[in-house]
């Protein structure tokens, strides 16, 4: 079946744009998490949904930040007034259970994401 | 806390001879391990994982990782290296229970001579 998908696959932006990032995870998988990359790192965690609610938001860096997941699938990150520290390779993953730790978590492409 | 340092950025390796990525892990409970290799323009793909069951894991495309509570390490092998192995690979932490956050380290990247 299809794996994890990401879109836009490339993003380049200006300072001070919105940008909006999706994540489209495995049918059926309950929990999907962000993490953020930056080059030369691995990657680290943002945030976890399990179905739409979000239980973990304690990664995302600033409140220019937020991550939805409205009706359980799709899930959206949304970066605000973006600034150059925001350039990175942004990665969702998803789960089949309801994270636990011992669930293997399988990652899309990525975003990269860069900001002018 | 948790954390896991990955002890070569890059490792070169003759197609043929073995492969030994090195991973040492550091975590205040019992951990759960895994390593993922990343090829360019793909996801990260799940390679194995060690979750306190048996020791010495099989993965996929012949690797193996020996978890060593003594030693706190994780190192990532195979006999023979393929030219298709060369990639980025990632060693993760996290805990047996009660967490979801996956601690990654800064990755190896390998690269197979002909």
């Known amino acids: 079946g299809a794996g994890v998908s990401q879109s836009p696959r490339y993003k380049v932006t200006k300072r001070g744009q919105d940008v909006a990032l999706r994540c489209d995870p495995i049918?059926?998988?309950?929990?999907l998490y962000w993490y953020r990359q930056a080059l030369g790192q691995g990657p680290e965690f943002l945030t976890y949904?399990?179905?739409?609610?979000?239980?973990?938001k304690s990664g995302l860096p600033n409140d220019r930040f937020s991550a939805e997941r409205p009706e359980g699938s799709i899930s959206t990150l949304t970066i605000q007034r973006t600034e150059q520290r925001d350039s990175a390779m942004y990665r969702c993953?998803?789960?089949?259970?309801?994270?636990?730790?011992?669930?293997?978590?399988?990652f899309g492409p990525g975003t990269r994401l860069t900001v002018l | 806390a948790q954390s896991v340092t990955q002890l070569d950025s890059h490792v070169s390796v003759s197609e043929g001879t073995p492969v030994l990525l090195r991973c040492n892990y550091s975590?205040?409970?019992?951990?759960?391990l895994f390593w993922y290799v990343q090829h360019p323009n793909k996801g990260l793909q799940l390679l194995l994982k060690?979750?306190?069951?048996?020791?010495l894991v099989k993965g996929i495309n012949g690797f193996e990782a020996e978890f060593k509570k003594s030693e706190t390490s994780f190192h990532l092998t195979k006999p023979s290296a393929h030219m298709s192995d060369a990639a980025e690979y990632f060693c993760?932490?996290?805990?047996?229970?009660?967490?979801?956050?996956?601690?990654f380290g800064t990755g190896t990247r390998l690269k197979v001579l002909a």
């Open positions: 949904f399990n179905y739409e609610a979000q239980q973990d």
């Open positions: 993760v932490v996290t805990r047996t229970s009660g967490t979801y956050k996956y601690i």
């Open positions: 060690y979750t306190s069951a048996a020791t």
């Open positions: 049918s059926g998988h309950v929990s």
């Open positions: 975590s205040s409970y019992s951990p759960s």
């Open positions: 993953a998803s789960s089949l259970g309801a994270g636990a730790s011992t669930d293997t978590q399988y």
